[in-house]
């Protein structure tokens, strides 16, 4: 059903963070899409997402809620928010419809903001097709 993730921060620049994580940090881009999202490797295990602030939509860069942590998901997100429904998580708002993938936003019982994403479209450079 959960087959991996990343921790997504929004940025106020976005080519200075892609700069920032890969140049200074030494860290390997594992796909870009655009000036609209990029991935980060960080190791085994560990997936930064870069996403650019959009102004009324997400968080400013550096406050709460700046920071999110995504997993993916195998099966419909339908059926996965049906799963997670009966497991007492709540959907606040309805399902995020994009041109390459669907979220669904949710949060832990801290209120750290949480969500789960289906791929809809691997043409984006650097993704797994």
Excluded: C
Excluded at 119 to 127: D, E, K, N, Q
């Amino acid at each position: 059903m959960i087959n991996g993730g990343n921790t997504t921060l929004y940025v106020a620049d976005f080519n200075r963070s892609v700069d920032f994580y890969t140049e200074t940090l030494g860290l390997k881009l594992s796909m870009r899409a655009s000036d609209h999202w990029a991935e980060i490797d960080a190791g085994p295990g560990v997936m930064i997402g870069l996403h650019p602030v959009v102004p009324g939509k997400t968080a400013e860069a550096g406050t709460v809620g700046s920071m999110a942590i995504g997993f993916n998901v195998t099966e419909p997100l339908e059926d996965v928010m049906a799963t997670l429904t009966e497991r007492g998580v709540v959907f606040p708002a309805p399902i995020v419809e994009d041109e390459f993938v669907r979220f669904a936003y949710f949060a832990d019982p801290d209120g750290n903001p949480l969500y789960i994403t289906q791929v809809l479209y691997h043409g984006a450079h650097g993704a797994p097709e």
